[in-house]
């Protein structure tokens, strides 16, 4: 047992040490983005508040559990479960509409110039803080539930406990079974949609990827020239699939988990642990991806106050 705690603190660590300070240094970049440039590029704003809603589930969550299993700190009360199991399953359904927001985003920078498409990413651009409003009302109030029926671990009898969720320290405790399955329901398909959606956007992005490529080597063909690199554009379309892939990946076994601690009257900590652990490490890997993909998160980490940030053409559509 005692092995098996040091293995989860582990996990939880390693995610709190690679998730905190690579969500901080996109979030930092942004920030200097702004101070530099005057301004943020639509894009630029939702990676930001996409690298704030990672660093709240990693910085809540991992971290809290790491401090608990080493007995470092333990804010598991019945106050303490309502709080961070709250802020966690509101950031993580955050983290996974933002993605989606993002790849809507990019799929509307393919089209063509003067199309209603491209007409729609500019109202979408001029339009984000409501968008990010709707977002937080909509998963908050989807995420009350934990509010209501979450229950510190060492005050509760797990015996005799039913139609619970057991993460540990804490328990989701449900009236009945049929509430069980009504959230569970309620939680898969705010996943599933925003799947959906943004595997549609991802092929639209492949597809115009292939198309311009082709395009670019009859260019390129006809005018005896080889030279040239990938533009700005299709970076930041290659950073959006491959976050999308991430995402269905580690948020695919996650949600697969979930659908399986419904069929159990009582669920296993690890079977939960195993779910935290795969949805956090999304928000733990993806900011690497985008400070590796973005060449101007790297001009903005060596940007310095009272610099001017100069963005290139394609930068700053």
Known sequence: MESEMTTRGIFYLSLTVLGVPGNSVVIWAFVQLSFCAGHLLPADAIVLHLAFANLMVVGVRCLLETLATFEVYNVFTDAGCKAVIFVYRTSRSLSIWLTFVLSV???????????????????????????????????????????????????????????????????????????????????????????????????????????????????????????????????????????????????????????????????????????????SLYAAVSPFVIIVSNKKVNRLLRCRPGDRFLQGPAESR
């Open 105 to 279: 985003y990019q799929c509307l920078s393919t089209a063509a110039p003067g199309s209603r498409w491209a007409a729609a990413r500019v109202v979408m651009g001029k339009n984000l803080a409501v968008i990010f409003l709707l977002l937080w009302l909509l998963n908050t109030s989807m995420s009350s539930a934990a509010i209501l029926f979450s229950l510190s671990s060492s005050g509760s009898n797990s015996t005799v406990m039913k139609n619970n969720i057991n993460v540990r320290f804490c328990f989701v405790r449900f009236p009945s079974k049929l509430s069980v399955d009504a959230n569970g329901a309620a939680q898969v398909g705010r996943d599933l949609v925003p799947i959906i959606l943004m595997a549609t956007a991802s092929i639209i992005i492949l597809v115009f990827l292939y198309r311009h490529s082709h395009q670019i080597k009859n260019i390129r063909r006809n005018a005896n020239n080889s030279g040239g690199g990938p533009t700005a554009e299709r970076r930041a379309a290659i950073t959006v699939v491959v976050l999308v892939m991430l995402y269905v990946t580690f948020y695919g076994v996650d949600n697969g988990l979930w659908v399986y601690t419904l069929t159990k009257t009582m669920s296993s900590s690890i079977v939960s642990d195993l779910r935290i652990f795969f949805s």
